[in-house]
């Protein structure tokens, strides 16, 4: 099985513009998940999209947005861009049941987003 | 509020001893935990998980052992390995859905570097 990919891998955006991210999950997995990591906050959660519906989403501001498609791949959106979104994004899927059972997320390589 | 932490910011250990490390938690809401290994700049590689049910988990060279009323788990690698120097991250999930699915969201610890000396 392919595992989870991400596009692209490295960006380079100034202040004030936006940016897009793409995700495709395992084959068959349903959740994706979206985390951010800097070397100062380490790995934090965004949000986790399930079925094409956002479940939870983390502290973050209302720039930053995502959506996932009937194919599961998921896109992340972010708006008016700070010096401080320069991060690592990482997005992970897995093939989520009944609590309980195996939760296991498979992430991709990442997406190095630089904020001139 | 850090929900997870790892106390130990890094750990040297010679090759073929055990290393152990270790994390915490304080939410008790979390019924899965998790260990990932991680290079600089990719991402996480998953390594073993433990349920709440229970108390133990091996695979291979990796143990994972839960401690529900300390709130503290710990992975055992042995024998640790020059190649198993990296970034190791414990996570935990918890909660889930109207539907009963779990949610798909790990609360992360800070990591612990792990140097294994040939």
């Known amino acids: 099985k392919a595992g989870v990919t991400q596009t692209p891998r490295y960006l380079i955006k100034t202040r004030g513009q936006q940016v897009t991210l793409s995700c495709s999950p395992i084959?068959?997995?349903?959740?994706v998940s979206w985390y951010q990591q800097t070397p100062g906050q380490g790995l934090q959660f965004l949000f986790e999209?399930?079925?094409?519906?956002?479940?939870n989403k983390g502290n973050f501001p209302g720039r930053f947005s995502g959506r996932q498609f009937s194919n599961s791949r998921s896109e992340m959106n972010v708006s008016t861009l700070e010096l401080g979104d320069s991060a690592l994004y990482l997005c992970?899927?897995?093939?989520?049941?009944?609590?309980?059972?195996?939760?296991?997320?498979?992430f991709g390589p990442g997406t190095r987003l630089t904020v001139l | 509020d850090q929900q997870v932490k790892q106390n130990s910011p890094s750990l040297s250990v010679q090759e073929g001893r055990i290393s152990i490390l270790n994390c915490d938690y304080t939410?008790?809401?979390?019924?899965?935990f998790l260990w990932y290994k991680k290079y600089p700049a990719e991402g996480p590689t998953f390594l073993i998980s433990?349920?709440?049910?229970?108390d133990k988990n091996e695979d291979g060279r990796f143990t994972v052992f839960l401690n529900k009323s300390a709130k503290h788990l710990s992975l055992h690698i042995v024998p640790s390995q020059p190649g198993d120097s990296a970034v190791y991250f414990c996570?935990?999930?918890?909660?889930?859905?109207?539907?009963?699915?779990?949610?798909?969201?790990?609360?992360f610890g800070q990591g612990t570097i792990l140097t294994v000396h040939p």
């Open positions: 939410n008790s809401m979390f019924d899965y």
């Open positions: 999209y399930f079925s094409e519906t956002q479940r």
């Open positions: 084959s068959g997995h349903r959740s």
């Open positions: 992970a899927s897995s093939h989520l049941g009944l609590a309980g059972g195996p939760q296991e997320q498979f």
């Open positions: 433990i349920s709440s049910i229970k």
């Open positions: 996570a935990a999930s918890g909660g889930r859905d109207a539907g009963g699915t779990s949610y798909g969201k790990l609360t």
